[in-house]
Structures are given as C-alpha cells and as structure tokens.
C-alpha cells in the first residue's frame, strides 16, 4: 500500500506503533541513550552523535537521519512494513545496518 493509500488516521497509529516498537528495540542495545518524544525517536551514541527516526505526518512516511544520509519509508501493508521508495530498503534493515556500522558490531534487533 502507498502512502497516498492509507488514510491519515491510520498512518498515524502504524507510524506511532512502529516507533514504539524501535524504541523498545533499540532499547536493549547497549551502548545507545534512547529517546521518543511526539513522534521523534532519538538515538545517541557515546561520542554524542544522534540519528534520528521520526513520524512526517504530512508525507505519510517515517523519515531516518543517520551518517549524514536521509531516508524516506512508505506504509506497505497498511503501516505493518516501511521501505523506502528510493532504493526499496526496509526500515527495520536500515536500522539495524546503519546501527551496526557505527557499534562495529552486528546489531539485529526483535520485532
């Protein structure tokens, strides 16, 4: 399903669920300060560097800054999956990609 597909209440408790669910995720990785506030999801590493995952209401996606790179996810499956458009990777991959390289460590988080 496109984001044009889904209706704007839905979009917005697949997005909050799904940011509740990386929190809780990214929760237990060790060496990460975790924060969700209003629909933005904060990651901070030791060194203070931040990645960002949060909800953009009005493009009905879940957009990641990270390693000075953007990343826009659309609903699939009515908000159960987000992949982005670009390139077709999926949110949970690239988290756990963009983890892993900057831990130096393979991260895998449950879902």
């Known amino acids: 399903m496109s984001s044009e ?3 704007e209440r839905d979009f917005e408790r697949a997005a909050d669920d799904t940011l ?3 929190e809780r995720a990214l929760d237990g990785v060790d060496g990460l300060e975790v924060d969700l506030q ?5 990651v901070e590493f030791g060194d203070g560097t931040k990645y960002v995952i ?4 009005a493009a ?9 790179t953007a990343w826009h996810f659309d609903p699939r499956e009515g908000g159960a999956r987000w992949q982005a458009s670009k390139d077709g990777a999926e949110l949970w991959t690239t988290v756990e990609g963009v983890l892993s390289r900057k831990l ?3 991260v895998e988080l449950p879902r």
Do not use: D, K
């Open 38 to 42: 209003m629909g933005v999801l904060t």
């Open 104 to 106: 130096g460590s393979p």
């Open 20 to 22: 509740r669910l990386l």
């Open 5 to 7: 597909g889904i209706s």
């Open 60 to 68: 009905r996606q879940i957009w990641m800054a990270a390693e000075r």
């Open 54 to 57: 949060n909800s953009h209401r």
